[in-house]
């Protein structure tokens, strides 16, 4: 369990980091896409707020994960933007739903790794 553990914290953090300095560099050439989800993309794009911010947070987590410092805080925050990803090619773009799902199926098995750390998340609050 703690071989794939490591392994699977050293591929997400891989993939965010690469892909959150692709959005930067544009090192990678963006598939085409179905009409509807080139005019979604087309109008985050447009509006520069959520590529700047979106990587921004998949590099930050992508480093965190990869130097194994505040894991659990780097999954928290990470898993939106994952989640935002595989509904994204859900109803938009299903032919590149794989990556977006395995990517969230990893931060899932990471958070289950981790679920001592998230104990005091999950406790309901007492008055």
Do not use: W
Not at 49 to 65: F, H, K, P, R, W
Not at 76 to 82: D, E, N, S
């Amino acid at each position: 369990m703690k071989k794939a553990t490591l392994i699977i914290r050293i591929l997400l953090g891989l993939i965010g980091l690469i892909f959150g300095l692709n959005k930067f560099l544009q090192f990678m050439p963006t598939p085409p896409m179905p009409q509807p989800a080139e005019e979604f993309m087309g109008a985050l794009v447009a509006s520069g707020y959520l590529m700047v911010v979106v990587a921004l947070v998949e590099i930050g987590t992508g480093i965190m994960l990869l130097i194994n410092r505040y894991q659990p805080l780097a999954l928290v925050i990470l898993f939106p933007v994952l989640l935002n990803a595989l509904l994204f090619h859900i109803f938009l773009a299903p032919a590149g739903m794989g990556g977006a799902l395995v990517a969230t199926v990893m931060n899932i098995f990471l958070f289950f790794a981790n679920i001592d750390s998230y104990r005091a998340l999950l406790q309901p609050k007492q008055d």
